[in-house]
């Protein structure tokens, strides 16, 4: 399953705030992302119809298994991009803001080629 690099955010912000605390809402989501209630409502329907969430009787919202693996890996790759790229010079918020539209696109190849990097300084 590919999502889009919207669904990709979505799922990435779930898994950030699920380890913050144990109760993600819909408007958790919309304030974190800054987007409106209405975009979080149809992001969260075309998520759960993927099968990467979950959402009990309350409105919470939990990742399925497919969708932490998915929401670890995004994140893995914002963070080691991140830290790359303030490796290399680049201040912390623009390293933040450029791993975050990185991350949808690189390659498995360059990622793992990067973190290997990492690795040896």
Do not use: Q, W
């Not at 898994?15 to 979080?40: A, C, H, N, T």
């Not at 099968?51 to 994140?75: F, M, Q, V």
């Amino acid at each position: 399953m590919a999502l889009k690099e919207s669904g990709e955010m979505y799922i990435e912000t779930i898994y950030v705030l699920s380890k913050k605390s144990s109760v993600v809402r819909s408007i958790d989501i919309s304030e974190e992302m800054g987007y409106s209630k209405p975009s979080v409502s149809r992001a969260i329907r075309v998520l759960k119809k993927e099968g990467l969430i979950r959402i009990d009787d309350n409105g919470h919202i939990e990742l399925t298994e497919a969708g932490k693996i998915k929401g670890k890996s995004i994140y893995e790759r914002h963070t080691v991009l991140s830290e790359f790229l303030k490796k290399i010079g680049v201040d912390c918020e623009t390293a933040d803001e450029d791993a975050c539209r990185i991350e949808h696109y690189i390659s498995d190849a360059t990622f793992d080629a990067i973190k290997a990097h990492l690795k040896t300084l």
